[in-house]
């Protein structure tokens, strides 16, 4: 059974930090590009990073250049959300996706085909 769980997510102030897990059973990710996608309440969802198969080159919202980092562990079937300096608009669902392709060129929903079910982070004082 194809399933993806994500773990991370709580309260935290702006400019702390969190660390997202997206941990990956049922298939092995080895032959899949990974993406973090997030959505704000009465916004669309929207890509936030995305990762290679190997892991060589990483794709960001321009939004979260410079204070996130996507990485992955293929041995461990694992990707992750390093998120630094958050901001209270980091605020939203954050959802974790697989690609059956093996770059992520563009951050697209309809390009991701296995959806975690999120976690939720919220960014407040």
């Known amino acids: 059974q194809l399933q993806l769980v994500e773990s991370g997510g709580g309260l935290v102030q702006p400019g702390g930090s969190l660390r997202l897990s997206c941990v990956v059973s049922g298939f092995t990710i080895d032959y899949y590009a990974m993406g973090w996608f997030r959505q704000a309440p009465g916004k669309e969802r929207e890509g936030v990073s995305c990762?290679?198969?190997?892991?060589?080159?990483?794709n960001y919202a321009n939004s979260v250049k410079g204070r996130f980092t996507i990485s992955r562990d293929n041995a461990k079937n694992t990707v992750y959300l390093q998120m630094n300096s958050l901001k209270p608009e980091d605020t939203g669902i954050y959802y974790c996706?697989?690609?059956?392709?093996?770059?992520?060129?563009?951050?697209?929903?309809?390009?991701?085909?296995?959806w975690g079910q999120g976690t939720q982070v919220t960014v407040s004082s």
């Open positions: 990762i290679s198969t190997s892991g060589a080159s990483a």
């Open positions: 996706a697989a690609r059956g392709f093996s770059s992520c060129s563009d951050l697209v929903t309809s390009y991701f085909g296995s």
